[in-house]
């Protein structure tokens, strides 16, 4: 079986529109909804019909096309249950630990509460693939709007379970910012020094800098190295929980103006 065709591209301020497609069924998703006259253009330029719309969370900037994607197409929607009466048109509802077969691939669904209480994030294993919405950013993670930093903690730290060889689709650009705190907490940092430089030279040509694989994350995301002794001694922080040192790299990164 091919794996599944991946078109990325950049829409509104920053986000990110992801469609997927099946070669074989002919099945196309569109991850999230962020605008709709983008996610018709990307189509356009295959020829694609659009089946489905797998939505990570409520937000107007991942639901927004939604209606006018599903007046256009007669596309299904996908999304967090405990969140459907927010997401427009929506059609099925799942949580996390559940599994759904799609275009013959088993997706999993796992819960992300932090950024929104119901925000959940989809995983297709035969494709290696994580689709994160807002939980986690390269060399970064979500804003904590509605749920509690424990719980973005264990949103994101639960994804070092799937395995490294996975690349993470995300929803948003940031991550030259996201380099450029990230180096205040781990300076020495060799991988993340050539991260952002990498990031630099990619921005400099038009070029997205995601999707990442979830192993490079690993080695310079620091919402994942929770356990690293310099970002600890940049904290005054050496004795402290995981879960305390991710609540104070978030609470400082809500306040970075570097």
């Known amino acids: 079986m091919p794996h599944l065709d991946m078109r990325q591209f950049k829409c509104l301020e920053d986000n990110y529109g992801l469609i997927i497609h099946d070669s074989v069924t002919g099945a196309t998703a569109a991850i999230d909804a962020p605008d709709a006259d983008a996610v018709e253009r990307e189509l356009k330029k295959f020829g694609r019909q659009l089946t489905h719309i ?16 599903k007046e256009h197409f007669g596309c299904k929607i996908f999304g967090p249950k405990a ?45 290696f693939s994580l689709f994160a919405g807002d939980t986690l950013f390269s060399v970064g993670c979500g804003r904590v709007i509605e749920g ?36 205040t907490l781990e300076p020495n940092n060799k991988k993340l020094q050539a991260r952002a430089n990498e990031v630099d030279k990619l921005l400099a040509e038009g070029r997205m800098t995601c999707p990442v694989v979830l192993g490079d994350e690993l080695k310079v995301n620091p919402y994942l190295r929770c356990d690293s002794l310099e ?28």
């Open 54 to 69: 797998f939505t990570t969370h409520h937000h107007a900037d991942h639901v927004q096309g939604n209606l006018q994607l």
């Open 148 to 183: 509690t930093l424990e719980q973005m903690f264990h949103s994101v730290n639960q994804f070092k379970s799937i395995s490294p060889h996975t690349y993470v689709y995300v929803g948003h650009e940031y991550t030259k910012a996201n380099c450029k705190f990230a180096l």
């Open 83 to 127: 969140e459907a009466d927010r997401i427009p048109g929506i059609d099925q509802t799942y949580s996390g630990g559940e599994k759904f077969m799609w275009s013959n691939r088993e997706i999993e669904v796992i819960d992300c509460p932090g950024h929104t209480l119901g925000h959940i994030a989809f995983h297709i294993p035969s494709e």
């Open 231 to 258: 970002i600890r001694a940049t904290l005054s922080m050496e004795t402290a929980t995981d879960a305390e040192v991710f609540a104070e790299i978030r609470t400082r990164k809500n306040n970075f103006k570097g």
